[in-house]
Nanobody, 127 residues
Framework: QVQLVESGGGLVQAGGSLRLACAASGRAFSTYGVAWFRQAPGKEHEFVAT??????????YYADSVKGRFTISRDNAKNTVYLQMNSLKPEDTAVYYCAVTTTRGALVIGLNQYGYWGQGTQVTVSS
């Protein structure tokens, strides 16, 4: 079992930055893939970024809408994954969720590939 708790959301002006954190329980956390998804009001969940193991190394993948602005990273000693969000735009407003998958590989970005989810943290970007 893995339990996830997100933090770091809030209200920020367009162009600002936030860093989200996802703290996990479980000693095997470092072996899992982790992703961030988001859900804006009235919309479906959207993939944002993932960090996973592939080909013996670490694999990073970002949605086109956040590429160059967001950075996903992990600190295995702290069982925590981060999402650094820079140059935020009003369209980034959403509830952000972290999720864990036991599936290794590149492009593990489907919602149904993630079995553990946090409760979400609200990010609001004002114009």
């Amino acid at each position: 079992q893995v339990q996830l708790v997100e933090s770091g959301g809030g209200l920020v002006q367009a162009g600002g930055s936030l860093r989200l954190a996802c703290a996990a329980s479980g000693r095997a956390f470092s072996t899992y893939g982790v992703a961030w998804f988001r859900q804006a009001p009235g919309k479906e969940h959207e993939f944002v970024a993932t960090i996973n193991w592939s080909g013996g190394g670490i694999y990073y993948y970002y949605a086109d809408s956040v590429k160059g602005r967001f950075t996903i990273s992990r600190d295995n000693a702290k069982n925590t994954v981060y999402l650094q969000m820079n140059s935020l735009k009003p369209e980034d407003t959403a509830v952000y969720y972290c999720a864990v998958t036991t599936t290794r590989g590149a492009l593990v970005i489907g919602l149904n590939q993630y079995g553990y989810w946090g409760q979400g943290t609200q990010v609001t970007v004002s114009s």
